[in-house]
C-alpha cells in the first residue's frame, strides 16, 4: 500500500512539474514590460534642420507623415505651408494638424539614400531645411518569423524534468513489486 501511495505523490509532483510551465504567459501577454522583438523594424524616417525648424518625416508604406517644430524649443509651428521634394520629386502635403502633415506617395519609396528638400513658410519666415531619407532591405521574413524566448526554453526543461521525475518512479516502483524485503521472524 505504501509504494502505491508514493507513486500516486509522485505522479502529482510529476504533474505539477509539466503542468507549471504552460500556466506562464507567452510573449506579450505578461503584463510586464514588452519586448524588444515585438516592436519589430522602426518605420524609415528622416530629420531636417535648420536653426530655426526641425521637420521629421516618418514613411509607412505609401503615407509619409511629417512634423515641424521650432528647433530652440521643440513647439509645433502655426500656420505653416510646405512644399516637399523626395529624390528631386514634388511630393503635394496637406496640413492634419497644428505642426502635422501628410501626404501620400505615388509609389513605395525603393530601397537606398533619398534626398529631401522641405521649403517652410510661416508668416514672415521662410527657411529651405535638407535632409537624407535611408531606406533599408526589409530582414527575409523565413530569418525572422520565430524566436525562442527563455520562457520557451524553460517549459522545455520544466517538462523534461517532469518527465524524468516520473521515469524515475516507476522505475523504483518496479523494482520495488518485484524485490520485495523479507523481514521479521521466520
Known amino acids: 500500500m505504501r509504494t502505491t501511495n508514493t507513486l500516486a505523490t509522485l505522479g502529482w509532483a510529476a504533474w505539477i512539474a509539466l503542468a507549471a510551465p504552460l500556466a506562464w504567459a507567452g510573449d506579450g ?3 510586464g514590460e514588452a519586448p524588444a522583438s515585438s516592436a519589430g523594424p522602426a518605420a524609415p524616417r528622416f530629420a531636417a534642420t535648420s ?37 528631386g520629386v514634388k511630393v503635394p502635403v496637406e496640413p492634419h494638424a497644428e ?25 514672415e519666415e521662410t527657411d529651405l531645411l535638407a535632409g537624407e531619407l535611408d531606406i533599408h532591405e526589409e530582414v527575409h521574413a523565413e530569418t525572422t518569423a520565430h524566436t ?16 524524468l521525475l516520473l521515469l524515475a518512479a516507476l522505475l523504483r516502483g518496479l523494482r520495488a513489486s518485484r524485490n520485495p524485503r523479507f523481514g521479521g521472524a521466520a
Open 148 to 163: 525562442h524566448g527563455w520562457k520557451e526554453y524553460a517549459l522545455w526543461a520544466g517538462a523534461a524534468g517532469g518527465a
Open 99 to 123: 505642426g502635422e502633415f501628410e501626404a501620400t506617395l505615388a509609389q513605395e519609396l525603393k530601397p537606398g539614400v533619398v534626398s529631401v528638400a522641405a521649403t517652410v513658410i510661416a508668416g
Open 29 to 31: 501577454h505578461d503584463h
Open 51 to 87: 536653426e530655426t525648424f526641425e521637420l521629421v518625416g516618418v514613411v509607412n508604406g505609401k503615407q509619409l507623415t511629417l512634423y515641424l517644430d521650432r528647433y530652440a524649443d521643440g513647439s509645433p509651428v502655426k500656420d505653416a505651408k510646405l512644399e516637399l521634394e523626395l529624390g
